[in-house]
């Protein structure tokens, strides 16, 4: 059978696997325009047009966009190609890692909720933990949460964002040890791992050892919670190290401050 030589849109785009919106779209783009008019004002490809679309189908599959297509179009040869080949391979390795980084983050936030919900909550444990490497943020004077987020906890987010070696998440305080019998003591710094040791004068070593564990739901159960734990230590004979480690596990889970889980961390001596 012989080959028709003048296919209309709908006939091109079947053999092409398109659509007659795509074929429009590259007419009005100026990528890929019809073998002519015909007096009756429709469009006709040649068969042969297949294989200019063959190579737009080919860019597109590079993550070209219609811009860059066209240039090709007008500027076709072998150097043109390879420059814009090199700089989808650059863009492609951008996009991996930022995938592989999406992916280690919420990896890190199902560790931490599974970690959360499946202690038990109010009960408190003695763990042996390792040694952590902490980026920490100290508190300024008169800093307090009356009017909205204190100066050093947008300090400390703005120092995490600035380094990917540190995991914002969860968000860790640290408080002295020896206030938590008289009442509540004041925070000394918030707090996020870091992966390695940094070049920072903020950092602190979270000592690997024995610690007491409470986790506790929303913040009006705190007290309970420390009670808890002091009551083992005193039951135990343990003695307490100076610092209290305090890490706000899944505050992001719902709008009331009641749904949050909380962990304290007691250093034992």
């Known amino acids: ?14 053999l092409c696997g398109t659509t007659k919106d795509t074929l429009f779209l590259y007419d009005r783009k100026g990528i890929l325009k019809p073998d002519h008019i015909g007096d009756n004002g429709y469009r006709y490809y040649s068969p042969y047009q297949v294989f ?14 219609l811009k860059e297509i066209q240039a090709c179009r007008e500027g076709q040869n072998p150097a043109f190609f390879q420059k814009l080949f090199e700089q989808k391979i650059a863009d492609c390795d951008t996009q ?31 763990l042996h933990l390792p040694e952590q490497t ?5 508190f300024l ?17 703005a120092a995490c964002e600035a380094n990917p070696a540190v995991h914002k998440e969860p968000i860790g305080v640290i408080y002295p040890s020896d206030g938590f019998r008289d009442g509540f003591p004041d925070e000394l710094c918030f707090f996020a791992a870091a992966e390695r040791w940094l070049e920072s ?28 734990v002091l009551a083992l230590a005193d039951s135990e004979g343990y003695r307490l190290g100076p610092y209290v480690y305090e890490f706000d596990l899944v505050d992001y889970m719902g709008p009331e401050s009641g749904q949050s889980i909380i962990e304290f961390q007691f250093s034992l001596l």
């Open 52 to 65: 200019d679309f063959d190579v737009i189908h080919m860019l597109k599959q590079t993550g070209s966009s």
């Open 96 to 126: 991996m890692l930022e995938l592989i980084r999406s992916r280690q983050q919420a990896e890190r936030l199902l560790a931490v909720l599974d970690y959360a919900t499946s202690r038990p909550i109010g009960v408190p444990e003695v």
């Open 201 to 228: 004068e903020h950092l602190h070593l979270k000592p690997a050892g024995r610690y007491i564990s409470v986790l506790f739901q929303g913040w009006n159960t705190a007290r309970d919670a420390i009670d808890k």
């Open 1 to 14: 059978m012989k080959q028709k030589s003048n296919l209309t849109t709908a006939e091109f785009a079947r």
């Open 134 to 138: 902490l980026l920490t943020t100290p």
């Open 141 to 157: 004077p008169g800093d307090n949460w009356d009017s909205g987020p204190p100066q050093a906890f947008l300090d400390h987010l």
